[in-house]
């Protein structure tokens, strides 16, 4: 229980430093590995990236979880990220990050009071908060 507790307290700099030394051991991307992404979703990055940009999901640590998921508007590739969709509607995810999301399904969604992309059906997520952007990891 002692050892849960204290993987649970870790300040945000000891997630960081986790995931930067897990990046730095993860050479290559795991083939396997994968988001889906929505009709939807689809729909708005083909109404919005006409320059040549795509959607740009990260995983950072913080939040009110432990994590959170961090949605831009990017045009510059890295030698570390991954693609989906379509060419007109790309969603790109590094590798790291794609470790705390696989399987989970990248959607926009539209309400009265607000609209935005977000990530459902994380199936690596234990709990999230009440906005949606923060989650914490199964141990």
């Not at 051991?25 to 994968?34: F, I, Q, R």
């Not at 939040?63 to 969603?91: I, M, T």
Request: charged share 25%; proline share 1%; hydrophobic share 35%.
């Amino acid at each position: 229980m002692a050892f849960l507790l204290r993987k649970v307290a870790r300040s945000g700099l000891q997630r960081n430093l986790i995931l930067m030394r897990h990046a730095s051991a993860s050479t290559s991307a795991n083939p396997e590995l994968s988001v889906q992404v929505s009709e939807s979703c689809l729909k708005r990055l083909r109404e919005i990236c006409v320059d040549g940009s795509f959607l740009r999901v990260t995983v950072e640590g913080g939040g009110c979880s432990g994590f959170q998921y961090k949605f831009d508007l990017d045009k510059q590739l890295n030698e570390d990220d991954r693609q989906f969709g379509e060419a007109e509607a790309k969603v790109v995810i590094d590798t790291v990050s794609l470790e705390y999301c696989s399987g989970a399904t990248v959607d926009y969604h539209s309400e009265l009071i607000r609209a935005g992309f977000r990530m459902v059906a994380n199936p690596l997520a234990e709990q999230g908060c009440s906005c949606g952007s923060s989650f914490s990891i199964k141990l």
